[in-house]
């Protein structure tokens, strides 16, 4: 059974700090370029990191740059969202997402680029 499950999502105070955590059953993460998403309410799905197969190139939009920092284990099979001096407008769902196309040392934040999702996980930034 090819899976995602995301944890790791909660209530956080602004300036606060979250680690999101993805584990992958029926695949071997290392093989596949690997994405995290979030969709607020009312909003489209926004690419917040991604960390290609290959070479472990990353990218980061402005909106999060500096502060949130994506990385593999690829002997536990996870990947984790590091999310530091988190702010209100970061209050989503967020989402890990996996490409099994072919991407050598490309990273992709367009969610039409990945083609398994998991179930997303609650990140709120609230004081």
């Known amino acids: 059974q090819l899976q995602l499950v995301e944890s790791g999502g909660g209530l956080v105070q602004p300036g606060g700090s979250l680690r999101l955590s993805c584990v992958a059953s029926g695949f071997t993460l290392k093989h596949y370029a690997m994405g995290w998403f979030r969709q607020a309410p009312g909003k489209e799905r926004e690419g917040v990191s991604c960390?290609?197969?290959?070479?472990?190139?990353?990218y980061y939009p402005d909106s999060v740059k500096g502060r949130f920092t994506i990385s593999r284990d690829n002997a536990q099979n996870m990947v984790y969202l590091q999310m530091n001096s988190l702010k209100p407008e970061d209050t989503a769902v967020y989402y890990c997402a996996l490409r099994t196309y072919y991407s050598a040392s490309n990273c992709y934040t367009d969610p039409l680029d990945y083609d398994y999702w998991g179930q997303g996980t609650q990140v709120t930034v609230s004081s």
């Open positions: 960390i290609s197969w290959r070479d472990g190139i990353t």
